[in-house]
C-alpha cells in the first residue's frame, strides 16, 4: 500500500521557520516527481515546491524563501521553509505524481496533509 506520511507542520509566528517532512512507502518513487502543495481555507491547491533528480520547481510566491530536498535512499522530501507569513497558513500536503505540474490533478499520490499555522 502506498503511503506519504507527512510530519513538521505547527504554529509559528510571522518570520519564523517550520521544516516539513514526507516519508513514502510502498512502492519505489525514485523516477517520480515528488514535493509539496498547499491549501488555503476558500482558496484552490496550488504548488508550493517539487523536485527531481536536480531540476526543483518552487511558486512564485514561496521562490526565495523555500528549499525543498529529497533523500532517495530514505524516500523522504524535506522543505525548509523560512521568513514565514500569515500567507503561509495553509494545509500542506506531500505529493507524487508522473510529471512536473502546477496541477494538482498531475499528482496520483498525496499524503493525508499537515497544517501550517503562521501567526502576525
Known amino acids: 500500500q502506498v503511503q506519504l506520511v507527512e510530519s513538521g507542520g505547527g504554529l509559528v509566528q510571522a518570520g519564523g521557520s517550520l521544516t516539513l517532512s514526507c516519508a513514502a512507502s510502498?512502492?519505489?518513487?525514485?523516477?517520480?516527481?515528488m514535493g509539496w502543495f498547499r491549501q488555503a481555507p476558500g482558496k484552490e491547491r496550488e504548488i508550493v515546491a517539487v523536485v527531481r533528480w536536480s531540476t526543483t520547481h518552487y511558486g512564485d510566491s514561496v521562490e526565495g524563501r523555500f528549499t525543498i530536498s529529497r533523500d532517495y535512499a530514505k524516500n523522504v522530501v524535506s522543505l525548509q521553509m523560512n521568513s514565514l507569513q500569515p500567507a503561509d497558513t495553509a494545509v500542506y500536503y506531500c505529493?507524487?505524481?508522473?510529471?512536473?505540474?502546477?496541477?494538482?490533478?498531475?499528482?496520483?499520490?498525496w499524503g493525508q496533509g499537515t497544517q501550517v499555522t503562521v501567526s502576525s
Open positions: 510502498g512502492r519505489t518513487f525514485s523516477s517520480f516527481v
Open positions: 505529493v507524487a505524481g508522473r510529471m512536473d505540474s502546477n496541477s494538482p490533478t498531475n499528482y496520483e499520490y
